[in-house]
T-cell receptor, first 110, second 113 residues
Framework: DGGITQSPKYLFRKEGQNVTLSCEQNLNHDAMYWYRQDPGQGLRLIYYSQIVNDFQKGDIAEGYSVSREKKESFPLTVTSAQKNPTAFYLC?????????FGPGTRLTVL | AQSVAQPEDQVNVAEGNPLTVKCTYSVSGNPYLFWYVQYPNRGLQFLLKYITGDNLVKGSYGFEAEFNKSQTSFHLKNPSALVSDSALYFCAVIPRGFQKLVFGTGTRLLVSP
């Protein structure tokens, strides 16, 4: 899983609550990404950031928010507006071509 | 639209036999191509990539893949499967000029003893 850490590994949330997933990398990569993984659907891009203080929506950004205040950190907030947030969330970073992935956070809404 | 197809949800093979996991893509230009492997409740691990040059790419753990431009394919192969190779395999592409990976839906490889 390289130099990318995600925490927590498991997260439980009550409906109506916002939760924040942490992603940190010590690889000095400029670009970072958040994906959502659901069974049988592969990985879908939520948000990505190619440089500090800048980020772009991916394919399924609704109900999520991010920030990129530091190069090393790209936290993802799952808001109460996300209708079906239970999933496995993966963070990745890249120096250019190809991506390195963190170990993932499994979020379950109770 | 850019897309990657992995036509098999699951591939079953006996230990010691050769395996192939199929991947075809539809992107403009000449893409970068990747294979990743995922073990249960873990992140994706990089296996191999094709950027340019020799069409046969060798990667980790005895895996290799062949880029076939005319068939727009990038099938993953291993000449001798191990039980420990059982996992979920993802093919992915990056269209030239982009930084976003486009993933296939994954193929589960099950190697029986």
């Amino acid at each position: 899983d390289g130099g990318i850490t995600q925490s927590p590994k498991y997260l439980f949330r009550k409906e109506g609550q916002n939760v924040t997933l942490s992603c940190e990398q010590n690889l000095n990569h400029d670009a970072m990404y958040w994906y959502r993984q659901d069974p049988g659907q592969g990985l879908r891009l939520i948000y990505y950031s190619q440089i500090v203080n800048d980020f772009q929506k991916g394919d399924i950004a609704e109900g999520y928010s991010v920030s990129r205040e530091k190069k090393e950190s790209f936290p993802l907030t799952v808001t109460s507006a996300q209708k079906n947030p239970t999933a496995f969330y993966l963070c990745a970073s890249t120096p250019g071509v190809g991506q390195y992935f963190g170990p993932g956070t499994r979020l379950t809404v109770l | 639209a850019q897309s990657v197809a992995q036509p098999e949800d699951q591939v079953n093979v006996a230990e010691g036999n050769p395996l192939t996991v199929k991947c075809t893509y539809s992107v403009s230009g000449n893409p970068y191509l990747f294979w990743y492997v995922q073990y249960p409740n873990r992140g994706l691990q990089f296996l191999l990539k094709y950027i340019t040059g020799d069409n046969l790419v060798k990667g980790s753990y005895g895996f290799e893949a062949e880029f076939n431009k005319s068939q727009t394919s990038f099938h993953l192969k291993n000449p001798s499967a191990l039980v420990s190779d059982s996992a979920l395999y993802f093919c992915a592409v990056i269209p030239r000029g982009f930084q976003k990976l486009v993933f296939g839906t994954g193929t589960r490889l099950l190697v029986s003893p």
